[in-house]
């Protein structure tokens, strides 16, 4: 149990284009949905935190017109980059939280997604 | 205070040894404290957790010390394995809010045959 999967895996997109990365918890309902983005040899940097049904919390630097987080339903939570440029190709991982008095502060991580922008 | 100290950077283990990693945090308001496993190209995944009511937990091959006092906590892989070359993160949150998790570093580890 508690999978939660990441679509695309990859992307390639030119510069100037929007990507949509979509997250799902595909055995248990998350309320909380978390992003980060890491770059290569470097740690996991929580861009944004979502709840469902509420606007998305942005990390300090995090550009909220940039990266928009939709959390529209228990199991779905889409990071939109828009108008993508070289410097955001990373690997984007987001992570899930179900209900609380479950599984107590654990995160249940995606397999990421490989952005890249030409 | 919302740092999470990692180290080693790297790691080299040889087959059979035991690999050490660790870990210092600052705000004692911390009360969670897990560590994850990440592949090459792959989301991490949680090996093990602690909480700080206790000094040590064990899971198989893997171990979580625990220093309340010193605000330290490390993971012993014994017995380490090729199959464990992966990069390790510690990470810590407390209670309240959304749990965020604050991420140490990372420590890349190598286990030669």
């Known amino acids: 149990g508690a999978v939660v999967s990441q679509h695309p895996s990859w992307v390639i997109c030119k510069s100037g284009t929007s990507v949509k990365i979509e997250c799902r918890s595909l055995?248990?309902?998350?309320?909380?949905m978390f992003w980060y983005r890491q770059f290569p040899k470097q740690s996991l940097m929580l861009m944004a935190t979502?709840?469902?049904?509420?606007?998305?919390?942005?990390e300090q630097g995090v550009e909220k017109d940039k990266f928009l987080i939709n959390h529209a339903s228990l199991t779905l939570s889409t990071l939109t980059v828009t108008s993508a440029h070289p410097e955001d190709s990373s690997f984007y991982i987001c992570?899930?939280?179900?209900?609380?008095?479950?599984?107590?502060?654990?995160?249940?991580f995606g397999p990421g997604t490989r952005l890249t922008v030409l | 205070q919302q740092q999470v100290k990692q180290s080693p950077q790297s790691l080299i283990v040889q087959k059979g040894g035991i690999s050490i990693i660790n870990c210092a945090y600052e705000?004692?308001?911390?009360?969670?404290f897990p560590w994850y496993q990440q592949f090459p190209g792959k989301g991490p995944a949680l090996l093990i957790a602690?909480?700080?009511?206790?000094s040590e937990k064990k899971e198989g091959r893997f171990t979580i010390s625990f220093n309340k006092s010193a605000k330290q906590f490390s993971l012993h892989i014994m017995d380490s394995q090729p199959g464990d070359s992966a990069t390790y993160f510690c990470?810590?949150?407390?209670?309240?809010?959304?749990?965020?998790?604050?991420f140490g570093a990372g420590t890349r580890l190598a286990v030669h045959p």
């Open positions: 992570s899930a939280r179900d209900r609380p008095g479950m599984s107590y502060n654990e995160q249940f």
């Open positions: 055995d248990f309902q998350a309320t909380t």
């Open positions: 979502s709840n469902e049904g509420s606007k998305a919390t942005y």
């Open positions: 705000n004692t308001a911390f009360d969670y």
């Open positions: 602690i909480r700080p009511d206790v």
């Open positions: 990470a810590a949150a407390f209670s309240g809010g959304y749990n965020k998790l604050i």
